[in-house]
């Protein structure tokens, strides 16, 4: 669970920090908007994305399924600025099938923590391979992040892409 109470505090020492004063016009609900910004933005911290996979149906299908475009967004954990962006996850049945929305969903929890692209990526795959057993599984995350794009080296519009491949995805191309 967030503690917004501390978050508030928090963002009054940094507004202070700034040379700003947190009690001006503008800025005196900054703080709760935050907290309650953040308690969204990191609500995955708290739940398991394995108990979204576990629903699942018997189904004797025979070809790749994919879900693509799927949008999401994650603080990066290095700056907690956001990236944003689209993955595509397929999987070959191995008797079983999942309904999208578990898929998605899943992709949200993992997402709202404070992350890596990487690890999203190697734990979602890990996630549907570990809960639904198919024959194969890849996870493509592709993102902008903005710790690169309004920071740094302002590269603004570059896609950071992630890939892993499980099973016979990895080892039969």
Do not use: W
């Not at 940094?14 to 935050?34: H, I, N, Q, S, Y």
């Not at 299908?61 to 993955?87: K, R, Y």
């Not at 404070?114 to 024959?135: D, F, G, N, V, W």
């Amino acid at each position: 669970m967030v503690d917004k109470d501390k978050i508030i505090a928090a963002v009054n020492v940094l507004l202070e920090a700034l040379g700003e004063d947190p009690a001006r016009e503008g800025l005196v609900e900054t703080p709760k908007r935050v907290s309650e910004m953040y308690s969204e933005l990191f609500s995955g911290i708290s739940e398991d994305p394995s108990e979204v996979l576990n629903i699942g149906f018997n189904e004797e299908h025979n070809g790749l399924v994919t879900l693509q475009d799927l949008p999401f967004s994650s603080m990066c954990e290095h700056h907690l600025l956001p990236f944003i962006g689209t993955a595509t996850i397929s999987y070959l049945p191995n008797g079983r099938i999942l309904g999208a929305s578990k898929l998605g969903r899943a992709l949200d929890i993992l997402s709202k923590r404070p992350q890596l692209q990487e690890r999203i990526t190697s734990q979602l795959a890990e996630l549907i391979h570990s809960t639904l057993r198919p024959k194969g599984v890849s996870v493509t995350l592709s993102a902008e992040h903005m710790c690169m794009s309004i920071r740094g080296i302002k590269k603004q519009g570059t896609r950071f892409v992630t890939s892993v491949q499980k099973g016979v995805l990895k080892t039969d191309h």
